[in-house]
């Protein structure tokens, strides 16, 4: 499963981008934040994707200000911190990577994709530690030449990289 929060869309396209790769080999089911489940049993390989705002995972009020200051089309109810927040322990063998999208200029420190990392380790998951962030030409938008092309490349190298083989209560899926 690939859970993403996107407030702008860019964000949106790179997980549906990845999803693509993985749909090749396996099932995949794409859900946003405000959509998606509180549980992941079932599921082999979890990904998680957000923007970086104020250096690590959006708040509501980060969120709330992107739509007030910046004209953001779309602020979801809940950000993947607080998807994370709700979730159940992973179930045993589960593996999970993150990645997040951030302003190509400038360049600042923190990440959405390292603080989400560290949240899914925290739940168990078993944790790529190769978090991927992708750039955004500004608040709004568009990504960054060659930023779709990068998100298929780490998709590929993640898919089967750590792909375990499906056990009790796996289903191969994503």
Request: charge should be neutral; avoid cysteine.
């Given at each position: ?34 959509h ?39 602020v ?10 709700t979730?159940?322990p ?85």
């Amino acid at each position: 499963m690939i859970v993403y929060e996107s407030l702008w869309g860019n964000t949106e396209l790179v997980a549906r981008a990845i999803g693509r790769v993985i749909a090749t080999q396996m099932p995949v089911d794409i859900v946003d934040t405000d959509h998606a489940p509180d549980s992941v049993f079932g599921y082999d390989l979890i990904i998680v994707g957000g923007p970086t705002h104020a250096f690590s995972m959006s708040r509501p009020a980060t969120r709330e200000s992107a739509a007030a200051n910046d004209a953001a089309p779309h602020v979801p109810r809940r950000g993947i911190r607080e998807w994370l927040s709700t979730l159940a322990p992973a179930p045993a063998g589960t593996i999970a990577a993150a990645f997040d999208t951030r302003v190509d200029s400038p360049r600042l420190p923190g990440s959405a994709a390292k603080a989400a990392r560290h949240e899914l380790r925290s739940l168990g998951f078993s944790v790529d530690d190769k978090a991927k962030s992708f750039r955004v030409h500004g608040y709004q938008g568009p990504l960054a030449d060659g930023e779709l092309d990068r998100a298929v490349n780490w998709a590929s190298e993640l898919t089967f990289r750590e792909r375990k083989p499906v056990g009790p209560g796996g289903t191969g899926a994503v």
